[in-house]
């Protein structure tokens, strides 16, 4: 096992920079997950720690060696693609145990360990059929159990689970999990689904538009998130962002907008400077974080009602402000509500988040 | 009211229709079907009466004939071997390199290989044969076969190449493999139906192929089929043509077998481009 | 864990990593381009360089020709013999009459019938009626033009045979109208492409289009000219195309008439070929190639530049 490590790496494709001078290191050990929406440059990070794509310009490090300008099979990686690359004429044997076969190690000895791993995925019966003979969630395991199969410094996963139905992914999240703990590898791990990441990693990459954004473990990037995308990104249903007009009032701040009724925060000199630049603030809370409201609540929002859906343990609640601003509530009562009452949601200070109005997080808010 | 009148005749004009024309493309073929397996020679559509496989042992007994058909079989085969090999690195290397100016070379090869046909380039390839000392030989005929088909060949082969996912050498690679293992452990049997589909094209176009081996080839001892049954039919005193009909019906076999196994491999979609 | 990892081979630096090295790539090019540029691009050239000279197959200009300027295309183009039966003047409008006939009307609208028509025969009355069409298709072009050539005989063959059967008189068809046999031979010969093409083009439109337009009372004609070939227009001009090119370059003709009697079917190909190994003038008949070519070229170029539309879409 080992760390990895970037320093200022770009890489454009002609006038598009998929990614911008991003610098970070891993850890030996860590499980990282590098997340976001499609074409945030995720992919393309990884694949350059592959050895897939060349770095434009920047360093890349695994294990203290640069690697920037290596041939991936001298990387000494392991990878699992989102299309699996089954090799559709070998059977899952050949298929498990050809990295050993390019290791020139004997036959039997290979095949044995193919079927080792093989035996702990639970693919072991499985030896003689080829790719097309299997299920997918056999395939994505038999992928998997190819990485797994020789000792690499680090395992690469290029959105490993995105072509599973909803029940095999819960269920092979969970295995990678437990093999994770269990092995105790380095991994990286790329994945648009903030709920992989979130039950996954050690520590989350968010990244955005070639560049990471917040880099944090998953517990930080949901209680303080960096922006409002890490705010709107990850959660689900993704965080309420109500813009509001902040002023200064007898030490105080005081926030404004339609429908809300929000009792003045305390004044912190980042907030100071955040208002010194604009009155435009964002205010934001979690739909967990909302409540429907008993009467005397501080901190309120109104709107008439918009939707109200059952999940069974729980309903979302959402009121509409005009013009699709909408509120939703994560509500584990059951109240009976109709469309077009008008419903007030209450919300504790201590969960409130604020952003300035570049959408960055003021720091000191709800820490 | 799925079945209305009108429309079952409707249905059963377009029948008739489709059925009319499909006998309209039948009759000419329909004396060479059965001449190979009459006892007498006529030009006549008859009933083989007596039924015989005599003209097919006949055939076999002519030196002539069967040292064409293996003329046939060495031009094809090799020049399917020449094809084949080059069309396959070559695509490869379009579809999986970064070479600079790829795309105005692919284009420029697919502009050169529609205009430049076999009978308007027919004198400049008679005299490149000929200045090479080739002119009357195999080889003559398998390069200019080779030269002539590659570029479609290419395409054909780089088309399908481009739609195999890259993480299969990818993975190769991460895995620990060279270039070259890569290549041949993953590359090459993943693309081999693609290579199939170009090594049946070319050999159904050599093997039926006529004016490239009427022109480069001069002694009988080197003539293919194509040229051996042109020069029956065509030259004065007319052969026995039943003779010439089953000869016919055996230089055709290996095409309909191809076809065949194409269709049934591929499916007959795959089929359209396999002539060019 | 039992292997150990690779740490014998040196370890290989890449500038820019591809799946395929430039030299490497390079390498795998060069096979097939030496074979392409000494076949294809190399003739092209060539044939233009000769057709300015009076090589010719034996004699003196065999080894040394001379530089003879314009005189082929001169020679080609002279206006008091240019219509002439067996001038390249005729043996152009031949062609050209030919291709409209044979291909664009013939193979293309039958090609495009029976298309339509298999969509809805039963399965049996599609698989017989596509099997004789392909057949025409595929078999070697020698089979076919002695299929033909026993076809049409004047006193045995299986077309005059019938026509006795329903009372009409025999006729010899390849010498009273060579020009039409070649023609019907040729429509014959090359309507399974087109047939394959639009077939593909037609099950490539959803069949819902056409049941919302039975819903909406649409007969089969309506279907054909409002749904149909408006959604496989690309298709059409693409086929237009590549069989105008085929037909004008075939030289499958010959097997059949020779390009006679007295030079009636002597097309563009075939006048060629007449001229540079018959009469063995290859300055005149590299000059016929080049103008070939320069056809080719035009319609090549129509070719690609709507291939690049469709890749830019």
């Avoid at chain 3, 039958?110 to 809805?120: F, K, M, S, V």
């Avoid at chain 3, 337009?213 to 408006?230: E, M, T, Y």
């Amino acid at each position: 096992m080992a760390s990895v490590e970037f320093k200022n790496v770009i890489k454009s494709f002609g006038d598009f920079k998929a990614v911008s001078d991003v610098s970070f290191s891993i850890g030996d050990g860590e499980f990282v997950c590098l997340l976001g929406p499609s074409g945030c440059g995720k992919t393309t990070s990884l694949r350059m720690m592959a050895g897939l794509e060349t770095p434009t310009s920047g360093q890349i490090y695994i294990g203290g060696e640069e690697v920037t300008h290596l041939h991936p099979k001298d990387r000494n990686i392991a990878m699992v693609f989102q299309d699996y690359a089954l090799y559709p004429h070998m059977n899952l044997a050949d298929n498990i145990a050809y990295p050993l076969k390019v290791r020139s190690e004997p036959l039997a000895r290979r095949h044995a360990r193919a079927k080792e791993v093989a035996d702990v995925l639970k693919i072991g019966h499985l030896m003689d059929r080829l790719p097309s003979q299997i299920s997918g969630g056999q395939q994505q395991r038999t992928s998997l159990a190819r990485a797994l199969v020789y000792p690499a410094k680090v395992y690469l996963f290029d959105e490993p689970l995105s072509n599973l139905d909803a029940k095999l992914r819960l269920e092979a999240r969970g295995f990678l999990n437990h093999l994770q703990r269990d092995m105790g590898m380095t991994a990286v791990y790329v994945t648009h689904d903030q709920a992989e990441a979130m039950a996954l990693a050690t520590r989350i990459a968010v990244m955005d538009q070639g560049r990471i954004v917040q880099f944090a473990s998953p517990i930080e990037i949901y209680r303080r998130p960096a922006t409002t995308f890490v705010a709107n990104f990850v959660g689900n249903p993704p965080m309420n962002l109500v813009p509001v007009t902040g002023t200064k009032g007898d030490g105080k701040l005081q926030l404004k907008a339609d429908g809300l009724t929000i009792a003045a925060l305390l004044m912190t000199d980042a907030i100071g400077t955040a208002l010194a630049a604009s009155s435009s603030l964002t205010l934001g809370v979690r739909p967990e974080h909302l409540g429907i409201a008993t009467p005397g609540a501080a901190n309120t929002i109104t709107a008439p009602l918009f939707a109200n859906e059952n999940m069974g343990p729980e309903s979302l609640v959402t009121i509409d402000r005009g013009d699709t601003a909408r509120v939703t509530a994560r509500i584990f009562t059951d109240d009976h509500l109709d469309l077009g009452d008008t419903v007030t949601l209450a919300f504790s200070a201590e969960h409130v988040h604020l952003f300035d109005h570049h959408g960055n997080r003021i720091p000191g808010t709800n820490d | 009211m799925k079945f209305t009148l009108p429309a079952f005749f409707g249905r059963m004009a377009f029948s008739a229709l489709a059925a009319l024309i499909g006998a309209a493309f039948a009759l000419p073929l329909l004396w060479f079907l059965f001449a190979p397996f009459n006892g007498r020679a006529e030009l006549g559509l008859t009933i083989p009466d007596p039924f015989t496989l005599n003209n097919f042992v006949t055939v076999f007994g002519n030196s002539f004939a069967v040292q064409a058909l293996w003329n046939s079989l060495i031009q094809a085969v090799g020049g399917v071997i020449l094809v084949g090999s080059a069309a396959t690195l070559a695509a490869y290397a379009l579809s999986r390199s970064s070479i600079p100016g790829k795309g105005a070379v692919t284009y420029i090869l697919l502009l050169f290989s529609s205009v430049v046909s076999g009978s308007a380039a027919m004198v400049p390839i008679f005299l490149i044969i000929s200045a090479a000392g080739l002119m009357d030989t195999h080889l003559a005929v398998i390069l200019t076969f080779a030269g002539g088909l590659l570029p479609t060949a290419m395409f054909i082969l780089r088309d399908f190449i481009d739609s195999i996912p890259k993480s299969y050498e990818e993975s190769a690679m991460v895995a620990g493999a060279s270039p070259v293992q890569a290549f041949f452990d993953v590359a090459l049997p993943v693309i081999r139906p693609g290579i199939v589909v170009i090594v049946v094209w070319s050999f159904v176009n050599i093997w039926g192929s006529f004016l490239i081996p009427f022109i480069l080839l001069r002694s009988d001892s080197n003539m293919p089929a194509a040229v051996a049954i042109y020069s029956f039919y065509s030259e004065a005193g007319t052969p026995v043509v039943t003779l010439l009909a089953a000869y016919s019906l055996i230089y055709s076999l290996p095409v309909i077998a191809l076809y065949l196994f194409v269709s049934w491999k591929f499916g007959f979609r795959f089929f359209g481009g396999i002539k060019a | 864990m039992t292997t150990q990892p690779i740490t014998t081979a040196p370890k290989r630096k890449v500038r820019n990593f591809a799946l395929l090295s430039n030299r490497a790539g390079a390498a795998f090019l060069t096979p097939a381009g030496i074979l392409v540029a000494v076949f294809v691009i190399f003739p092209f050239f060539w044939v233009i360089f000769v057709s300015f000279t009076n090589r010719t197959l034996l004699g003196r200009t065999a080894l040394n020709p001379e530089f003879v300027g314009l005189a082929n295309y001169l020679a080609l183009f002279d206006p008091n013999i240019f219509f002439q039966r067996g001038q390249f003047g005729f043996s152009l409008i031949l062609t050209t009459q030919f291709v409209i006939a044979s291909a664009l009307i013939g193979q293309a609208l039958l090609g495009l019938l029976l298309a339509w028509l298999i969509q809805t025969v039963p399965a049996w009355v599609k698989r017989l009626t596509e099997t004789f069409v392909i057949a025409a298709w595929i078999l070697p072009e020698v089979v076919i033009g002695f299929a033909w050539f026993a076809f049409l005989d004047r006193d045995a063959g299986t077309l005059n045979m019938m026509l006795n059967a329903i009372g009409l008189p025999s006729g010899d068809f390849l010498l009273e109208s060579p020009f039409w046999v070649i023609v019907v031979f040729n429509t014959w010969r090359g309507a399974a492409f087109s047939m394959m093409l639009f077939n593909s083009a037609f099950s490539s439109i959803p069949p819902s289009y056409f049941q919302a337009a039975d819903v909406a009372g649409a007969s089969s004609w309506q279907k054909f000219r409002d749904i149909a070939v408006p959604l496989i227009r690309g298709h059409i001009v693409t086929n237009l195309i590549l069989i105008t090119m085929w037909t004008f370059n075939t030289f499958t003709p010959f097997l059949l008439t020779n390009g006679g009697p007295s030079y009636r079917t002597e097309l563009v190909s075939i006048y060629n070929y007449r001229v540079a190994f018959q009469d063995f003038q290859f300055g005149k008949g590299a000059a016929v190639g080049v103008i070939m070519m320069l056809i080719n070229l035009a319609f090549a170029l129509v070719y690609l530049s709507l291939g690049r539309k469709k890749k830019v879409r």
